[in-house]
């Protein structure tokens, strides 16, 4: 019953825009814990699974850009998010990937 319940919250949310507008000036941090924390979990390894994993992600910055601001297959679009506050949005997410060692 619980995975039936989390299965239709997360497909309500497929092709549905937030409306979360980040404060002017916010930080990466900040909008993240505002608007993905509750997916993405605390650290970005995921509440609900891989999918949410955003420590693993390969997505270039471009890409997580269109993700975040058009939506994807399971996340709601941010058109809100733009300008500074999304660059700072975007350059928080990359921090959060683990530094690869250098190969040898």
Not at 84 to 99: C, F, G, I, N, W
């Amino acid at each position: 019953m619980k995975t039936l319940l989390l299965s239709l919250t997360l497909l309500s949310t497929i092709c549905i825009g937030s409306d979360y507008e980040p404060p002017v000036g916010a930080s990466g941090a900040q909008i993240f814990n505002d608007a993905c924390m509750a997916c993405h979990g605390d650290n970005g390894t995921g509440k609900f699974g891989l999918f949410f994993d955003l420590t693993s992600s390969t997505l270039q910055v471009e890409e997580a850009k269109v993700i975040i601001q058009q939506g994807g297959l399971m996340m709601p679009a941010f058109p809100n998010i733009n300008g500074k506050e999304l660059d700072a949005l975007l350059t928080y997410l990359v921090s959060l990937r683990p530094v690869l060692a250098a190969k040898e």
